[in-house]
């Protein structure tokens, strides 16, 4: 158990539906991450929050919104997604955001777009 | 940005000592070097962090040499649960968000 809890772990979902990815950390931290990792690929990093507010969006589209209501929690919201957004989207959290941080995972939720 | 190098994969035998070399050339001089371990459907697991010379916990050691530009991973004893995908890191002067995962090294260890 790594103090980093997502939900649903499984979700399958069309192109024309929206869904909702959760993460909660236990751990006190002040940063949370969301990462994609695609079959065979490597971990992509989407969004990085620090105290709440966005601090990093690496190009990613429209059809994946976060959310950041508190530093404990954090949401991925999906809509009008396409099949290759297919992946394992992974939920991080770091003490800080300084160098050298420790990154703790959650499980992932693994996604299928049909 | 730093840019790591590994092995893509690498087997072995339950029983003995596996190491993996990661190649950090341009590694900055406040750089750490941190390695994760992850099996399939879940998140990476930090392993072992270092900067310099040598490190060891209750899972791992990490031997860095004097200039710094690679570093070896050491697993004892693997077993059939090592069986995973290990990645090197190496913290950019800047903050966690600038860490970039590389495809790792996938590690299969053999009865």
């Not at chain 1, 909660?24 to 709440?52: C, D, I, R, T």
Request: net charge neutral; hydrophobic share 30%.
């Amino acid at each position: 158990e790594t103090g980093v809890t997502q939900t649903p772990r499984h979700l399958v979902m069309g192109m024309t539906n929206k869904k909702s990815l959760k993460c909660e950390q236990h751990l006190g931290h002040n940063a949370m991450y969301w990462y994609k990792q695609s079959a065979k690929k490597p971990l992509e990093l989407m969004f990085v929050y620090s105290l709440e507010e966005r601090v990093e969006n690496n190009s990613v589209p429209s059809r994946f919104s976060p959310e950041c209501p508190n530093s404990s929690h954090l949401f991925l919201h999906l809509h009008t997604l396409q099949p290759e957004d297919s992946a394992l989207y992974l939920c991080a959290s770091t003490p800080g955001t300084g160098a050298n941080e420790k990154l703790f995972f959650g499980s992932g939720t693994q996604l299928s777009v049909l | 940005l730093a840019k790591t190098t590994q092995p893509i994969s690498m087997d072995s035998y339950e029983g003995q000592e596996v190491n993996i070399t990661c190649s950090h050339n341009n590694i900055a001089t406040n750089d750490y070097i941190t390695w994760y371990q992850q099996f399939p459907s879940q998140g990476p697991r930090f392993i072992i962090q270092g900067y310099k010379t040598k490190v060891t916990n209750e899972v791992a050691s990490l031997f860095i040499p004097a200039d710094r530009k690679s570093s070896t991973l050491s697993l004892p004893r693997v077993s059939l649960s090592d069986t995973a995908v290990y990645y090197c890191l190496v913290g950019d002067t800047g903050s966690a968000r600038q860490l970039t995962f590389g495809s790792g090294t996938q590690l299969t260890v053999l009865p």
